[in-house]
């Protein structure tokens, strides 16, 4: 069954610091997100990404924040410079748009440690 | 503001009985309400939607109601078993947009 896959699983960085966090949509997928998870908080939402550009996002994706398709396959979230705060775990997630349930599909996550 | 709010404390039930979560919502008018669910350390999974326009779904062993006059929705898992044990999230839609909205989640565990 297909599945998103996110890489790292684990990154620890330095306050100030740049991170990519790296993420292989399902393949034939047209939307995709990015949402973040303090740990013992809820699932928040980021951005979204769509016909190559940003469709939403939040007001913590912020300037340090950005997203990529670099290719046909990879989504990739940017942090400029890290602060502590931004200690998460990070989801990214797609979807096709279509069909009855529009659900999406959440990949493993990485766990960003910003020490 | 808007608000999602799901039961804080964990439910415990013992296998077999039926599992009830809570979905309350204030300030908000979802296009369709989304149920997750979170094992430890994991992304959410998808399990059901439910429209506005209607009152109730099932899936197996799940149901969900959805009442926008109350502005709650119901999750019900029927015979639970112990693998049901996990963080359920409840999340909304608007209209017009597909990103989540989530709630903090509920804890269930399930125990033999």
């Known amino acids: 069954e297909p599945e998103v896959t996110q890489t790292p699983s684990h990154q620890v960085t330095q306050m100030g610091q740049e991170v990519i966090l790296r993420c292989v949509p399902i393949s034939n997928h047209l939307y995709f997100y990015w949402y973040r998870q303090i740990l013992g908080q809820k699932v928040e939402f980021l951005v979204s990404?769509?016909?190559?550009?940003?469709?939403?996002k939040s007001e913590i994706f912020d300037d340090q924040f950005s997203v990529e398709r670099p290719d046909g396959s990879n989504f990739t979230l940017k942090i400029r410079s890290t602060k502590l705060e931004d200690s998460a775990m990070y989801f990214c997630a797609s979807s096709d748009g279509t069909g009855e349930y529009n659900e999406q599909f959440f990949g493993p996550g990485t766990r960003l440690t910003v020490l | 503001s808007q608000k999602i709010e799901q039961n804080s404390e964990a439910l415990n039930i013992q296998e077999g009985k039926t599992a009830t979560l809570t979905c309350n919502y204030t300030n908000y008018s979802p296009a369709y309400l989304q149920w997750y669910r979170q094992d430890p350390g994991r992304g959410p999974v998808f399990l059901l939607l439910?429209?506005?326009?209607?009152k109730e779904k099932r899936k197996e062993r799940l149901k969900v109601t959805f009442d926008t006059t109350l502005k709650q929705s119901l999750f019900h898992i029927t015979a639970s078993q112990p693998a049901d044990s996990a963080t359920y999230l409840c999340a909304l839609v608007k209209s017009g947009y597909s990103t989540l909205t989530f709630g903090k989640g509920t804890m269930l565990l399930v125990s033999p």
């Open positions: 990404f769509y016909n190559n550009e940003i469709s939403e």
């Open positions: 439910i429209r506005e326009n209607e």
